[in-house]
């Protein structure tokens, strides 16, 4: 029998393991109101603007005669089923979309959806990043979806904390330095 196949060991000495945070539910689709405005805008954008372009050049295509030749025709078509796909896939997460307020956490030193939060790794080095929805974090501006190991094992954390995180590598130890969250906007209550 391949070694692929046995198992290393029976003894429980693994449950001391650390291990990430539990997954969160599933069905939430946690977001910010500028996050949903950008999805609502691209929806918009397709609806209105481009899905017409583009249904107006495959039926000018196809008033051209053979369809199995002509590439206007043939790209039309694949490129209007992409984009329907997208609008379908937009509504969906619309649908499901839980609006936050990270503002009203404003002022609090512990870490909740929409923080940004400032924590120094095990060599000492600070990062920042800002904890926002799936459908609108941005890794190159420092930005991590609340589902992501770094965004789960800080949840809930506060200023002082020292947490490990779960990383390819290794568990590697950090420390909670800064929590921040937008100012409510004026006249908000």
Not at 139 to 151: C, K, L, M, Y
Not at 160 to 169: F, H, I, K, S, Y
């Amino acid at each position: 029998m391949s070694k692929a196949f046995t198992r290393e060991s029976d003894n429980t000495d693994d449950e001391d393991e650390i291990q990430l945070p539990s997954a969160p539910a599933v069905g939430k689709n946690y977001i910010t109101a500028s996050g949903y405005g950008r999805l609502r805008s691209e929806w918009m954008e397709l609806i209105d603007v481009e899905r017409p372009k583009v249904v107006e050049i495959v039926h000018w295509a196809a008033s051209n005669g053979d369809r199995s030749e002509n590439g206007d025709y043939i790209y039309g078509k694949k490129r209007l089923r992409e984009i329907d796909r997208r609008i379908r896939f937009l509504t969906q997460r619309m649908e499901i979309a839980e609006l936050t307020n990270p503002s009203v956490h404003h002022g609090i030193d512990q870490v909740f959806f929409g923080a940004t939060v400032a924590y120094l790794d095990s060599a000492g080095h600070e990062r920042t990043v800002t904890i926002l929805g799936i459908d609108e974090a941005d890794s190159t501006r420092g930005e991590v979806s609340w589902v992501s190991p770094v965004a789960r094992t800080l949840l809930k954390s506060r200023v002082g904390d020292v947490l490990n995180l779960v990383t390819p590598a290794g568990v590697e130890e950090i420390e909670v330095v800064r929590v921040d969250y937008p100012a409510p906007a004026a006249g908000a209550a």
